[in-house]
């Protein structure tokens, strides 16, 4: 019996360190396991760590380009850190040793004692004869000159200054706002010889036929999948998309290293402006209300009469105006100048922005009070080519009474006066078809 009991408690203690052994290896697998789990979990963290610091870079990337004008310093300043840090992997380059001959090597040997150590003298070398001269490089290949800088180059004077006016088919019939513009210049003071300097910019093949037929520098303006052959109603999307097409269009003139005067076909050239635009300003843009402060953004600008010097920091303004249509979706491009004359970046172009007075530069909102003084006379605060043409018509006889006061008045109220035709020729008169042209 006592052998018996023996037996069963070493069967007893075996089964029990089996269960021990399997329980063990239970615990090890499933801490294998939890391992397993936590170095994949930590793998897929720092996988999507990384991936969504390269989504958040490019995107801070992208923003900081489109805003950081428009940024504060501090703002700036630290957007700028942030998309400039990146990891530079760098190979230090280190140079093998060259080999050397027996004369300038160490020996390996010590010398005896007693013996005389002499000295290493190098042998003298021959200077090697000098090298002829490389052949001087070939001056780079310049750019292959297109259609717009062969344009440019034939209308531009000696400073490189184009006077650009853009024509649609609706202002090139025959009788239209074309040929008053061109009348102008013919019948002003001093602005003859500008016509040489004036590139017409077609926006349809009508537009282009007819400026050939009337007019030496003629460029089109190609665009696809938009017509603007037509008469465009203000702030409709055909009239935004030419006017952000102009817009790009003069950007482009700028980065070719031209400056412009750019005017609407609507706008009387009656004497040389440039003989009184500010010799140092940037950007000279018309008002059609000045409160008499050039410099004071307050001034509300009219983007169809300006006059842009080529440089650093037009060049940069307008590319960055013209990115900002996106960011002001069914608004034209004065209203967005508008906007960004008073944000903070505008101020980081460093350009002199000056409004042009109306004194001078007037039209039908705001005119000119005396014949005396006038520049330009534009047909603005007013709806219709009809209307435009009857009252710029009006302004270009009134011109005309002013320049040749001798001549008799032949206008309509004049015959049919039966008094002696006579007024006075210092003033305008009313643009009556104008002020109607908003009326329902």
């Not at 396991?33 to 936590?38: D, F, M, V």
């Not at 760098?90 to 390996?108: A, E, T, V, Y």
């Not at 001269?133 to 001056?139: D, G, N, V």
């Not at 290949?141 to 297109?146: E, F, S, T």
């Amino acid at each position: 019996m006592h052998w018996f009991r023996s037996l069963r408690a070493n069967i007893a203690g075996s089964q029990s360190l089996g269960a021990r052994v399997r329980t063990l290896m239970e615990i090890k697998k499933e801490a294998m396991t939890s391992q397993k789990n936590i170095v994949r979990d930590v793998f897929l963290v720092l996988l999507c760590a990384t991936v969504i610091g390269v989504v958040v870079s490019a995107i801070v990337h992208k923003a900081a380009i489109t805003f950081n004008p428009f940024l504060t310093s501090s703002v700036s300043q630290t957007v700028n850190i942030f998309v400039a840090s990146q990891n530079v992997f760098g190979h230090n380059s280190s140079s093998s040793p060259g080999s050397r001959n027996s004369s300038s090597s160490l020996s390996l040997s010590s010398p005896g004692i007693g013996e005389k150590v002499e000295p290493n003298v190098e042998a003298p070398v021959a200077a090697p004869d000098p090298a002829p001269p490389a052949p001087p490089l070939a001056p780079p290949l310049a750019p292959p000159l297109d259609e717009l800088d062969i344009a440019l180059a034939k209308t531009a004077d000696a400073n490189k200054t184009v006077i650009i006016t853009a024509l649609n088919q609706a202002w090139a019939e025959p009788n239209s706002m074309i040929d008053l513009f061109l009348e102008s210049f013919r019948i002003g003071e001093g602005t003859q010889q500008l016509l040489e300097n004036l590139l017409i910019v077609a926006l349809d093949a009508k537009a282009y036929n007819r400026c050939m037929e009337i007019h030496p520098h003629c460029y089109t303006l190609k665009t696809r999948g938009v017509d603007f052959s037509a008469e465009k109603q203000f702030m409709s999307n055909d009239y935004l998309k030419m006017m952000w097409t102009r817009l790009g269009f003069l950007a482009d003139i700028l980065k070719r290293g031209y400056s412009f005067a750019f005017s609407d076909c609507d706008i009387m050239w009656l004497r040389n402006p440039f003989t009184i635009f500010s010799p140092d300003a940037d950007i000279q843009i018309a008002s059609d209300r000045f409160n008499g402060r050039a410099l004071d953004l307050n001034n509300f600008p009219n983007g169809g009469y300006k006059y842009v010097r080529s440089n650093e920091r037009t060049i940069g303004f307008y590319k960055f105006w013209y990115m900002s249509r996106r960011l002001f979706p069914g608004v034209n491009e004065q209203d967005v100048l508008n906007i960004l004359k008073f944000r903070r970046g505008f101020g980081r172009f460093q350009m002199k922005f000056m409004f042009l007075n109306t004194k001078y530069f007037g039209g039908f909102c705001e005119r000119s009070q005396s014949l005396d003084d006038v520049y330009t006379m534009h047909a603005n605060c007013c709806k219709g080519l009809k209307a435009k043409l009857i009252d710029l018509r009006q302004a270009l006889d009134d011109w005309m009474a002013y320049r040749n006061p001798d001549k008799p008045d032949t206008s309509a109220i004049a015959l049919n006066s039966t008094s002696t035709p006579t007024r006075n020729v210092s003033e305008w008169r009313p643009p009556y078809a104008c002020l109607r042209s908003w009326d329902p």
